[in-house]
């Protein structure tokens, strides 16, 4: 194995990890110290786009060029109200009504949506193989939200409702911005998108109470979201791409649920039934089969 193989696999396994944690660190907050997800979202991406867009300064400079044009301004738009608004609210919405492991596995079915968007895009059927994952992937949710008892719930509605609507977020968050990516790189689109989606959200924060302390365990544990969890999470995912195939990083990116569930063990010592654990497994093959395509 040469060095800059490893490099790219070791920058993908840490950013993968990092981001699954950050949803312990956010458990911790909306959970434990009683956050409100309106307001944890919104410093996430104020903070974090702030640090990307100056990291971005910092290495290449202009950051205004992206809103001159009409068209490129308009997929910015789409992708932070719709993709990054979306995907970072409705993912801790989801937490707070359940859990980090089972919020990060609910967004994992994201890959699985993208292929029937691409199926309707390019007006063909699904293939065979399409069609397993997917199966897996319902089954999988299936299993995490009723426990196996198909009578009832073993999640709340909420949990559930939120969970699949960041997966579907994320589709949007990964399909809409393409264009303007290969034009102006990742770094500079997802800046402003976290940027941006934190004023979109501003009446709500204003209708929502802040509630919860502001203590340094609180701090620390924020800190970590938007360092760790969002800008060295992004950096090194995005970083391994140069080293690796991108399919490579996506099947490695399968770590993120699983150090979800690591961490949620190690550090709130919850635990999970056989019928979860075989929906999670489930979803996780079903999106790394995907990947390999």
């Given at each position: 194995m040469t060095a800059d193989r490893k490099k790219g696999l070791l920058s993908a396994s840490a950013g993968s990890v990092f981001w699954g944690s950050s949803g312990i660190a956010g458990q911790f907050l909306l959970i434990n110290e009683h956050i409100a997800p309106a307001w944890l979202t919104f410093f996430r991406l104020l903070t974090a786009g702030f640090l990307l867009l100056l990291l971005t300064h910092f290495f290449k400079g202009n950051i205004s060029a992206?809103?001159?044009?009409?068209?490129?301004?308009?997929?910015?738009?789409?992708?932070?109200?719709?993709?990054?608004?979306?995907t970072q609210y409705g993912y801790f919405a989801s937490i707070q009504y359940s859990n980090a492991p089972t919020a990060t596995i609910l967004e994992y079915l994201?890959?699985?949506?993208i292929i029937f968007w691409y199926c309707?895009?390019?007006?063909?059927?699904?293939?065979?193989?399409e069609l397993f994952c997917a199966f897996f992937a319902i089954a999988g949710t299936a299993l995490i939200a009723t426990g196996g008892d198909f009578k009832s719930l073993a999640i709340?509605?909420?949990?559930?409702?939120?969970?699949?609507?960041?997966a579907l977020a994320c589709a949007i968050y990964t399909v809409e911005p393409v264009r303007i990516i290969k034009k102006y790189g990742a770094p500079l689109v997802v800046g402003w998108g976290m940027f941006t989606a934190a004023f979109f959200l501003l009446p709500v924060t204003?209708?929502?109470?802040?509630?919860?302390?502001?203590?340094?365990?609180?701090?620390?544990?924020?800190?970590?979201?938007?360092?760790?969890g969002t800008v060295c999470s992004f950096v090194l995912y995005l970083s391994s791409v140069a080293y690796i195939l991108p399919t490579e990083a996506s099947?490695?990116?399968?770590?993120e649920p699983l150090s979800s569930?690591?961490?949620?063990?190690?550090?709130?010592?919850?635990?999970?039934?056989?019928?979860?654990?075989?929906?999670?497994?489930?979803?996780?093959?079903?999106?790394?089969?995907v990947a390999r395509k």
């Open positions: 992206l809103w001159k044009d009409r068209k490129d301004r308009r997929d910015l738009l789409i992708f932070s109200a719709f993709g990054m608004l979306g994201m890959p699985i949506l309707l895009s390019e007006k063909r059927r699904p293939r065979m193989r709340s509605e909420k949990a559930l409702f939120w969970g699949l609507l960041s204003a209708l929502t109470p802040f509630t919860g302390t502001v203590d340094t365990s609180v701090l620390l544990a924020f800190a970590y979201v938007v360092i760790f099947i490695i990116s399968a770590i569930i690591l961490f949620s063990f190690l550090i709130f010592r919850l635990t999970f039934g056989f019928w979860e654990l075989l929906g999670m497994a489930l979803i996780i093959l079903a999106v790394a089969a």
